[in-house]
């Protein structure tokens, strides 16, 4: 264990003196030799990762994918994609990480899926089907087109026409990336078992994708149009701007969703406290109060919603100093949040504010109150580079190729009731000893947890 976790007080939650290290795979370290970064190569830099000091790692999407979103869109959340190797390297990476005290956060694709999910494409068979329901579906509004005015954050109607089964469907993003409906009950249960599934695998915790749009007005009314923007968020989202996000996300059942959530990765503590952090992007103008919210009344929702305000900001240190006061202003009392520049989400900083102001960021980053979520390269003054449009092949044409190394022996686990092997949360009446948290970290046996019912 490095001197830096020794240093740590043990009433302190591993995240609160902690540096994440954000890493994109597809581009940080190609193992094979195919040109495109993946699980293997990400095991070479574990020694550079120890010696530059990070505690932790977060993932982006390495699942199989079609990758239209480049992994955002996920095909099977319980897999890795094969361009990005297998389970069995995902395996191995977790224990080499752990064994020089790196912990592993991955993400959690939590509002939607790939149009090519096994999910959707039952979904989508006929109204009739059994998983009709996992996702948003809805007639044609009275005008006889779209059932709302909903815009999707990339642009356009938030709803698609599916010719075969004579319904829209409701996309947040894209098209090929629908909404799933996690007011059904399956879904949430099997959106849950996916959590349970990387938990058993040893994951430190979650960086929940695009955490508000989880869930969204049943009644599905418009939204009303929004005033022009003045302050607060400059990020100009084109015509997504327009309205104001009252319904399409961040629907106040929200919040017993996120405290069940967080009840379940409070129960996962074989290996010690998991880490929730979320993508939460306020308003334009809106103000941090419900940004806020997502800390949970009690403290009991989110670990750490993402400041994520800083990246588009101008090169002014009145405006950085305001935009931090406001975000200081609004945790709540005993909350704590993540400081954030970089992100697969933007240009680079050297990229956005020049070389010697990205020194003079990352100072910034590394020292203001928060836990500092580092994107890969950053600390080296990376640029962006150029990509070639003929390198962005695979949008809407991959194929999906996941690995199922290891799947047999431990698959994504169904509904509890069909799999009376698979780890659930302890029902109401369950009389089930917590499992302890072990005195050390990392774990050095394998994570088990304690049979429950
Ligand atoms: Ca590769």
Known sequence: MRPHAL??????????????????????????????????????????LSWLGVDAIWLS?????????????VADHCSVDLIMGTLDDFDALVEEAHRRGI??????VASNTSIRHPWFAESRGSRESGKRDWYIWADPGPGGGPPNNWIAVFGGSAWTW????????????????????????????AMLNVLRFWMDRGVDGFRIDAAEHVLKDA????????????????????????LRHLHDRGHPDIHPLYRRIRRLLDEHRPAGPRLSIAEIVPEPGAGLGHWAGFYGQALDEIHMPMNLTLPALPW???????????????IPAGGRTTVVLGSHDEPRVAGRYGQDQARCLLVLLLTLAGTPVLYYGDELGLP?????????????????????????????????????????????????????????????????????G
């Open 7 to 48: 240093a740590t007080a043990p009433t302190t939650l591993w995240w609160e003196d902690a540096v994440i290290y954000h890493i994109y795979p597809r581009s940080f370290q190609d193992f094979d030799g195919d040109g495109i970064g993946d699980l293997g190569g990400l095991r070479q830099r574990l020694d550079y």
């Open 61 to 73: 999407p390495f699942y199989a994918s079609p990758a239209v979103d480049f992994g955002y869109d």
């Open 103 to 108: 912990r592993v956060l991955v993400d959690f």
């Open 162 to 189: 599916d010719e075969t089964s004579g319904q829209y469907y409701l996309h947040s993003f894209l098209p090929e990336i629908p909404d799933l409906n996690w007011r059904n009950p399956q879904v949430e249960e």
């Open 219 to 242: 009644r599905l009314r418009d939204n009303p149009a929004a005033a022009p923007v003045t302050g607060g968020h400059p990020k100009n989202l084109g015509e997504y701007d327009r």
């Open 316 to 330: 002014d240190a009145t405006a950085f100093r305001d935009a931090i006061a406001a975000v200081e202003a609004a």
């Open 384 to 452: 962006d580079s150029p990509v070639p449009l003929a390198r962005n092949a695979t949008r809407g044409g991959g194929a999906i190729r996941r690995s199922t190394a290891t799947s047999a022996a431990r698959p994504c686990p169904g509904p509890p009731a069909t799999r009376p092997d698979s780890p659930r949360p302890p029902s109401p009446g369950c009389r089930c000893p917590r499992t302890p948290r072990p005195s050390a970290w990392p774990p050095s046996g394998p994570i088990r947890r304690a049979p429950c």
